[in-house]
């Protein structure tokens, strides 16, 4: 028993400083592909490996137009191998939550050589993702709206409808001694009678549709629900098909956003902040 609580003095904290201070993250981390769409020469080989559809290409006469969705991008890092003009890099960036689901979709149209490949950028149309707030800010924002607007705490109902688990393996270590969300006042419950938000993970299956409408009719206004993960936005993987509908907002209304497969937990924080936000705007 001693050595257990000499152990505890001297480790002191594990918990990380995020949103106070920048999030520490490991080189190896794989975040938001970037796009140079002025020196990008060729985006064909990148769709054509891109797992999921989130590199479209759509050709009319000479014009091609490409479109990123990182709605749909699982973050695998493929469309940078593929790419040998060095106009796509994978980056660290997971801070992309957005109320706006067509802010995580950007455009170029390109004139076309006769080979197929880029004569030269016509128009870049990207709504870029938005601007992270400086992370202290953030965090200041959400304690402070947490106890302002919502009491003493925040009560969130987790809702699995149908992920393959990733996303809720990321949820699990928002609670560990490393995330540890309820610092924030913001606790996981089982029902959603007890419910400000709710987080949703999977393509909805079409078994789990109906239990999804009926949570959301179970959640108290008012109520915010945040979609995780690329299946929670658009079906990922899965798309729509026999078996799935292609994401939360085909099903119930969704507030916020969080791209990723699966998101950190740093960037499932950053997207409950944003829809705290969301949540003090719906309340009287
Ligand atoms: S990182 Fe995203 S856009 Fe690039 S290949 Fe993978 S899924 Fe497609």
Known sequence: MFKILQKTVTTGSATVAYPYK???ISEHFRGRP????AAWRDARPAADACPTGAIAIRDRGLVRRVTIDYGLCVFCGQC???????????TRDFELA???????VLKADYGLNDGGDHHHLIEDLPTRPRTPEPEE????????AIRKILGRSLAIREVDAGSCNGCELEIVALNNPVHDIERFGIHFVASPRHA???LVTGPVTRNMELALEKTYAATPDPKVVVA????????GIFGVNYATRGGVDAVIPVDVYIPGCPPRPEALLYGILLATGRLASKRP
């Open 34 to 37: 970037e796009f140079d769409f």
């Open 137 to 144: 800010a953030a965090g200041k924002k959400v304690s402070a």
């Open 196 to 198: 400000d938000m709710l």
């Open 228 to 235: 995780v993960g690329a299946c929670g936005i658009s079906g």
């Open 80 to 90: 940078a191998d593929v790419s040998t003009d060095g106009a796509v890099r994978v």
């Open 98 to 104: 957005t109320e706006d689901r067509r802010s995580l």
């Open 22 to 24: 920048p999030a520490v």
